[in-house]
């Protein structure tokens, strides 16, 4: 028995302890709930608010001064928003405020709205219309949607605290942002006036459409204008009224506040012009003669009134309403462009005094961390170390832009003005030919260009020619593709032997040098084969041509797209702009016909050198400039021979590659942006080729042999600098001057070899300067009326400065010292006046020099600039001019120059001096920001210094 009790109670003892255990864990668990257990209220959405002055209050505070950011990231996109309305990468993130980093050069605004359109209100991105929502121009339509009497808006608006957390939700859930909340408490009047208000931000530029609202304001001179043409147009309209249809037509083009004003007896019948009525095509040519007929009655009513101003001298024509309109205007967009700059300078001094201080800190916290340890020269080792790889595949040599940011800024800003009126580019071209354009410019003369070539005589929009361009010529490529039965236009037969051209190519050229990388060599294959693609032809002087495209319209974001851009611009110019190969025949014959004649002794050596010690290179040709008979091959031997040693090959072959493999890239974009201005015309060709070759006149008369010749035609030119290039062409293109003063404008002159035991070198001619003295300095300046401080000619502060350059360098400058005397004011016209000024007391003496030695003669010129010494750090120019100061002598074996004594006077420029002396032209040009006006002289006596000391000692001699 005791046995079977023992069994019998084990189960029981641990049914019990099981039990007991169970129990314990269940009143811990429990327990536990009952402490961390949350209210079910939490999960639910509060009652909507019955105030929202909280959130409206939010809505007005300045986020800028807050210390910490919200922010937001969604996806994969590198793109984050903060609270600020900054935009940055992820990486660029302050992960202690959450708010993006200042000093990143990735950051973006703050309040960025160019991807948001005006016409839709939608943005590109999420993140973008976020930055744009939380602009302080749109807390007034924040305002608005919070206000909305919508139960469904003020249940989402009961969760949300902050502007940022408004924008993200209106963001999020519709696209047009602003839109929405300005529709959201608007009346039907109010919607027709908000579609209005992108119609007052034409140019899409702040400083530029600020400019424009300033001169729409009730209280400026535009008004007054506005008030004598609306008249004047009106009588001129009702003319028309006799046909009905054009006469709705015109109605609805001037508007109803016109309308209302000056036709509100006539019947406003909308339903003449409908569909019923009228084919679409009909009403569509009916509106097009109704605004050609308004835009040429608009020029004619304000001829009428004196408001049409068709060129910048004609002020005579111009009523008082318009001169004080144009003035008005010009001080608001002065005053806007320097703000606009001032602001970006200040921005970038912030940015720049940020990074250093960046740098500071980072220093300081190395100097920490090393302190006087073995450890610092480690480090220091380490760091030398990892740079050494990095260095092996440096770039040989940099292309350095020619145009600075501001110039590029400033561009934007009459890309913009263009845009209004394209046809306003052929006035920039007169302005800026002979100038470096900034890309911006640079790539809109050259699309009009092209385009304009494109266009045909009925087509008048070039933006549709743009459009039916680019359609047919993704049509040709389509075309292509199925011709040669190709899956993808990139790979074409030719692929193979275009990939060696290139790398060939690129590789012995030594102007194409800083360009030999493997991203441009296969973009550059890449666009030659959607040209073969399209064209069914490729040429090896494709590769040149195509450079200048590339620099021009490159774009980082959009690679696929440009390689067919680029493409169709290539074919463009291939089509409309290349000469034809007789034309290039003829080009180069007429400069060595001309060199024959008029520099008879630079011909005969070039023919002399050519013939010497002749090693022809087939491949330096291509088969085009030898030949206009490609399959011409029976005389193939002694035809190489005769021509290949001619300097006219060489020539040829400048004009065949269009100077790019000639020439610096800088130099090659200064030429094309000229021949683009003027439309790809040969005299302008022939010009640039001349002056090439002049500037390498000297380099030419150093060589002694076919191969020393070879190698100025072909790796010279590449050394020029560009501003050397710009004067030789401007003296030729502009001014149309003796070439024979070219060779001196070459500031680089660096001989291929010494200069000993050369014959030529008895030629070339030392310099000697007289001394020179000038007095009797009067200036005449025309000025017009102005209350702009900064306008204003402060005639006591007035300096002449004297500057002498010969051979492109110069040689002497001297200043005015003594303080002006105003000798007569005069009223010239309605807004200008005229100043007499004259500095009598001043005596200027410049020392006698000796100039540089040069193979031919050079001019020594005067270069006069008047500007006004305010502070010893602000001075002003007013205007220039020049004006010849030697004439040649010789006396024995020594080449000298005199002094032209005498009186002289010259019409003085407006501006700042050009970078070289020879672009200034002979007559000036005047603008309506200049601060002196067509009219303005200088006149002064020039004399010889050592005359006038041997009358002084004459005449103390009489008197003793």
């Not at 027709?192 to 009730?218: A, G, N, V």
């Not at 006087?372 to 380490?382: A, E, M």
């Not at 206009?628 to 035809?639: E, R, S």
Request: aromatic letters at 10%; charged letters at 25%.
């Amino acid at each position: 028995r005791p046995c079977s009790m023992r069994i019998y109670l084990k189960p029981t003892v641990i049914l019990v302890v099981v039990l007991g255990v169970v129990c314990l864990l269940w009143t811990g668990t429990w327990i536990w709930w009952r402490q961390h257990r949350q209210p079910v209220t939490s999960f639910t959405y509060p009652t909507p608010k019955s105030n929202l002055n909280d959130l409206e209050q939010a809505i007005l505070m300045d986020n800028r001064f807050v210390s910490t950011c919200q922010h937001f990231a969604q996806g994969k996109q590198l793109l984050v928003v903060d609270s600020k309305g900054y935009l940055c990468q992820r990486r660029h993130l302050d992960k202690t405020n959450g708010c993006c980093q200042t000093i990143s050069s990735s950051i973006l605004g703050p309040y960025i709205c160019d991807n948001c359109t005006l016409s839709t209100y939608c943005c590109n991105s999420f993140e973008h219309c976020i930055s744009c929502c939380l602009k302080p121009e749109h807390r007034i339509h924040l305002q608005h949607y919070i206000r909305s009497r919508d139960l469904k808006t003020k249940l989402l608006l009961s969760h949300l605290s902050t502007p940022f957390d408004v924008c993200l939700s209106r963001c999020r859930t519709h696209s047009h942002i602003i839109k929405t909340m300005i529709d959201s408490d608007c009346t039907n009047e109010e919607e027709k006036q908000i579609e209005r208000i992108p119609r007052y931000l034409p140019f899409r530029i702040q400083w530029l459409d600020s400019c424009y609202q300033q001169t729409c304001l009730p209280d400026s001179p535009w008004h007054r204008i506005l008030d004598e043409l609306e008249p004047a147009l009106s009588n001129r309209v009702r003319q028309q009224f006799n046909n009905s249809q054009r006469r709705q037509m015109l109605i609805e083009l001037l508007g109803a506040q016109f309308q209302k004003k000056f036709f509100r007896t006539e019947l406003d019948n909308s339903s003449i012009l409908n569909v019923s009525a009228m084919t679409k095509e009909q009403r569509c040519k009916l509106e097009n003669e109704a605004k050609s007929w308004l835009q040429i009655q608009t020029l004619k009513a304000a001829s009428e009134i004196g408001a049409a101003k068709k060129d910048i001298d004609e002020t005579t024509q111009s009523s008082a309403e318009m001169a004080e309109f144009l003035e008005y205007t010009n001080q608001v967009v002065w005053k806007g462009l320097e703000r606009y700059l001032y602001q970006i300078q200040q921005k970038e001094f912030q940015e720049h005094e940020t990074q250093k201080l960046h740098e500071m800190n980072q220093i300081k916290r190395y100097s920490e961390l090393t302190g006087g340890s073995k450890l610092r020269f480690i480090l220091r080792d380490s760091r030398t170390n990892s740079r050494k790889l990095p260095m092996i595949h440096e770039s040989p040599s940099t292309v350095h832009p020619m145009t600075s940011q501001y110039s590029n800024l400033i561009s934007e800003s009459i890309i913009a003005l263009l845009k209004q009126d394209l046809r306003r580019i052929t006035f920039l071209k007169e302005k800026l030919f002979g100038q470096q354009l900034p890309v911006a410019l640079r790539q809109i003369s050259w699309t009009e260009c092209l385009f304009r070539f494109e266009k045909k005589p009925h087509e008048s929009d070039l933006s549709f020619v743009e459009l039916k361009t680019r359609r047919d010529f993704a049509s040709g490529i389509t075309r292509g593709k199925n011709e040669l039965k190709l899956s993808n236009p990139l790979n074409t037969p030719m692929k193979n032997l275009i990939e060696n051209d290139v790398i060939e190519t690129y590789g012995k050229i030594r102007a194409l040098q800083p360009y030999l990388e493997e991203y441009h060599l296969r973009f550059t294959i890449k666009i030659l084969n959607v040209l073969y693609t399209y064209k069914k032809s490729y040429e090896i002087y494709y590769i040149y041509w195509l450079l200048p495209f590339q620099l021009t319209y490159c774009d980082e974001e959009n690679k696929d797209e440009k390689i067919y851009v680029i493409g169709m611009h290539l074919d463009l110019f291939i089509r409309h702009c290349f000469p034809t190969w007789p034309e290039i025949y003829t080009i180069a014959s007429k400069i060595i016909s001309d060199i024959s004649i008029n520099d008879s002794g630079f011909y005969n050596h070039l023919k002399k050198i050519s013939r010497l010690n002749a090693k022809i290179n087939v491949k330096d040709f291509p088969m085009e400039i030898l030949s206009l008979n490609d399959k011409q091959t029976k005389w193939k031997k002694v035809y190489d021979q005769e021509l290949m040693t001619d300097p006219v090959i060489f020539l040829r072959k400048w004009i065949c590659e269009m100077f790019v493999g000639i020439l610096n890239s800088n130099s090659v974009l200064y030429l094309w942006d000229q021949f683009f201005m003027v439309k790809w015309e040969l005299n302008y060709i022939e010009h640039a080729c001349r002056a090439i070759v002049y500037l390498l006149r000297d380099k030419f008369m150093c060589a002694e042999n076919y191969e020393e010749m070879r190698r100025v035609f072909l790796d010279e030119p590449c050394l020029l600098y560009t501003s050397d290039i710009q004067t030789a062409f401007v003296h030729l293109a502009l001014k149309q001057d003796d070439p024979k003063y070219i060779p001196a404008m070459n500031q680089r002159i660096r001989p291929m070899k010494s200069l000993d035991n050369i014959e030529i070198r008895s030629n070339k001619q030392t310099i000697y300067l007289e001394s020179v003295g000038i007095e009797h300095i009067s200036l005449t300046l025309i000025t017009p009326f102005t209350k702009d401080p900064r306008r204003e000619v402060h005639c006591k502060s007035i300096t002449v400065q004297i500057d002498i350059y010969g051979g492109g360098e110069k040689l002497g400058s001297t200043t005015t010292k003594s303080a002006p005397k105003i000798r007569k004011r005069e009223r010239y016209k309605p807004s200008w006046e005229r100043l007499f000024i004259d500095m009598t007391d001043e005596k200027l003496i410049l020392p006698a020099q000796q100039t540089r030695q040069s193979l031919i003669p050079i001019r020594i010129q005067a270069l006069i600039t008047v500007y006004e010494q305010i502070d010893p750090y602000t001075k002003p120019i007013l205007g220039h001019c020049r004006f010849p100061l030697y004439i040649p002598q010789k006396i024995g074996n020594l080449d000298t120059w005199d002094v032209t004594c005498g009186p002289v006077q010259r019409a003085l420029h407006a501006g700042l001096p050009p970078s070289s002396i020879d672009m200034i032209p002979d007559t000036p040009k005047t603008s309506a920001s200049d601060r002196i006006g067509s009219g303005s002289t200088i006149s002064l006596m020039i004399f010889d210094p050592k005359s006038q000391q041997h009358c002084k000692i004459y005449s103390v001699c009489n008197c003793r």
